[in-house]
Nanobody, 121 residues
Framework: QVQLVESGGGLVQAGGSLKLSCVTS????????IGWFRQAPGEEREFVAV????????YDADSVKGRFSISRDNAKNTVYLQKTSLEPEDTALYYC??????????????WGQGTQVTVSS
């Protein structure tokens, strides 16, 4: 089982940047792919990006391709989501999720509590 804790959310102006962090803990962390998801008010949770444990494989949703970048530092057990050129439509609660199976998009079995990102116009 893996535990996930997100941080780094906040209020940012349109066109700005933000970097989210997801700290993982638990046993057998090398078995888990980690992904980022988001849920806007009144919307379904949607997939954003996924990265394999080694970091050798990544996949981004079309809606964020070229603007968001997922990476990981295994020495720190942390996965990052670097967000640039933010738009008001990116306002959402951002979650990280984990799964033992790498899929594009990821189907997570474990979830963090989320971190709020608000983009003002």
């Amino acid at each position: 089982q893996v535990q996930l804790v997100e941080s780094g959310g906040g209020l940012v102006q349109a066109g700005g940047s933000l970097k989210l962090s997801c700290v993982t803990s638990g046993r057998n962390l090398s078995m888990y792919a980690i992904g980022w998801f988001r849920q806007a008010p009144g919307e379904e949770r949607e997939f954003v990006a996924v990265i394999s444990w080694s970091g050798g494989r990544t996949y981004d949703a079309d809606s964020v391709k070229g603007r968001f970048s997922i990476s990981r530092d295994n020495a720190k057990n942390t996965v990052y989501l670097q967000k640039t050129s933010l738009e008001p439509e990116d306002t959402a609660l951002y979650y990280c999720g984990g799964s033992r199976v790498y899929l594009e998009p990821l189907r997570a079995n474990y979830w963090g509590q989320g971190t709020q990102v608000t983009v003002s116009s």
